[in-house]
């Protein structure tokens, strides 16, 4: 990178099931604001805005940022499935280290509904309970979403291929739920034993109930500038991006008959080379990352994609309780989509948002002692993964 990015403000909202958050652009504006604060700066210094949804009408943004404004800057809206966040979040970035804007913000937010993740359900409380919808076939038969019957045939792929313990998948839930208790802005807050989350009805193998993300309803936002503003408005030593990158998909994600390569594993392990190549590091300096953990059987994936352990190395690496702390590497200190929540478009700014403050020694309870080197991944099916590297030096 020729230009510094920095990001000098975050803020998100507190993640809420469907049906209880308030409308779309109340939750925006709340984390538009927030950041805002948080870099110490007024909306119009804001000189462009990229707004990130799936679900809404084709100017959800700018009905969003009015809330904070009536500047009349570029605002450019973004819909990248899963990874939308942090594709506002790259566009912005790239804004930034082109000199084409000094400061830049990168919103997103998603108000989902009960059933968001399916196309006919029914009525009752359903296998996966709070963390998504269960369709019903002409038959009558219930069966798992499309996204749950992808990631855990990807994880059936990987469990076949390993030997891996069923309960291994579970324990990624067990550390989501400890680490979420701590986590004030996460959806649930309640601690889950392995053998309540291995209790919890199947949905698709190895997948149970609370293996699974839910749909939620919030925003995340970042403020995003060059290092002569940060300058200008007296902000020393911000959390900066040392690297980034964004892959679609390889041929590879449908030739090669993988379900493992069809949920991503090929973008994950390409942009995570291009950001350590970038930033002249390896997964082995990392303190904190914040992962797409939309199912479990993706974060385990993921620590493989990442080259948080060796392929084939996951279960020892879960086993060994590398991913929390005191292990290697602390793996979703928030609690990740899994306890969380995963409102779409919000999801990858609330990841950024969680870094920034790790970094700023601002995460309280979650705080990973001296962390200074924080990564992100963020994954869209369709497709897309944006990973991105920041640094406190």
């Known amino acids: 990178m020729n230009t510094r990015v920095n990001v000098i403000g975050v803020g998100m909202t507190k993640f809420a099931k469907p049906g209880a958050s308030p409308d779309y652009h109340e939750m925006a504006s709340d984390a538009g604001r927030n950041a ?19 679900y809404g009408d084709s100017t959800c943004g700018q009905r969003a940022v009015y809330e904070l404004g009536l500047t009349g800057i570029p605002v450019v809206n973004v819909n990248n499935n899963c990874s939308t966040g942090s594709s506002a979040l790259y566009l912005a970035r790239q804004a930034i280290e082109s000199g084409a804007a000094e400061c830049v913000l990168a919103l997103g937010f998603e108000k989902m509904e009960r059933g968001a993740l399916g196309s006919k359900f029914n009525d009752r409380e359903n ?15 219930t069966q798992a979403p499309p996204a749950a019957q992808m990631f855990g045939g990807a994880g059936r792929e990987y469990r076949w291929e390993h030997g891996t313990k069923r309960e291994t998948f579970g324990k990624i839930a067990e550390k989501a739920r400890r680490h979420a208790s701590n986590n004030p802005y996460a959806l649930f807050n309640d601690v889950l034993s392995l053998d309540e989350i291995m ?26 500038c060059s290092d002569a503003f940060a300058k200008k408005h007296g902000i020393d030593n911000p959390v900066h991006i040392a690297a980034q990158a964004m892959t679609t998909d390889f041929s590879s994600s449908f030739d090669a008959k993988s379900m493992i390569k069809m949920v991503g594993y090929d973008m ?95 995460a309280e309870k979650r705080q990973v002692e001296n962390a200074r080197i924080a990564l992100q991944h963020n994954l869209g099916l369709g497709g897309a993964c944006v990973v991105t590297l920041y640094r406190r030096d």
């Open 36 to 54: 805002l604060k948080d870099a110490g700066i007024q909306y119009e210094d804001v000189e462009q805005a990229f707004c990130g949804y799936v």
């Open 127 to 141: 296998p996966m309970g709070r963390h998504a919808e269960v369709m019903v076939n002409e038959q009558g038969f």
């Open 199 to 224: 209790a919890s009805e199947e949905v698709f193998d190895p997948l149970t109930r609370f293996q699974c993300c839910p749909p939620t309803c919030g925003a995340g936002a970042a403020i995003l």
């Open 268 to 362: 994950t392990t390409a942009a995570a080379k291009q950001v350590y190549e970038a930033a002249g590091i390896g997964p082995e300096d990392l303190d904190v990352v914040e992962l797409h953990d939309c199912f479990t059987a993706n974060e385990l994936l993921t620590y493989e994609g990442l080259g948080l352990c060796p392929e084939g190395g996951a279960e020892k690496f879960i086993q060994d309780d590398d991913n929390t702390y005191g292990g290697k590497v602390v793996t979703n200190p928030s609690g990740g989509l899994l306890s969380k929540g995963h409102p779409l478009g919000a999801t990858g700014l609330a990841q950024c948002t969680e870094l920034v403050w790790q970094l700023r020694g601002q």
